[in-house]
């Protein structure tokens, strides 16, 4: 996720295959969406730009990710630090 995405999507070659491209756009709308619903129930932060949360998220996968293929963290542990951090992240916001 996150800068692996974009350098995915930038690919002349996943360029040309639509349905990944539109599914892509379609997640981040969802969770643009879902996280400017949860901002206006305060359920996380509001502050900083729309994409903030979405980006924060993005950017704590490709973290895990690499930390998982490093040999430093677990599979098993990745979902829940990522979870977790980006909580306690947006919770401040």
Known sequence: MGPQTAVL???PEVA???NITERASL???ELDEAFARA???SAIGASGPREWP???LYALA???SELVSAG???PRDAADLVM???MAGVQRG
């Open 84 to 86: 977790g951090m980006w």
């Open 72 to 74: 430093a963290l677990a």
């Open 62 to 64: 490709f973290t895990a």
């Open 54 to 56: 979405r980006a924060s």
């Open 9 to 11: 999507l930038a690919s």
């Open 16 to 18: 040309q295959m639509p």
């Open 27 to 29: 997640l981040d709308r």
């Open 39 to 41: 901002g206006a129930i």
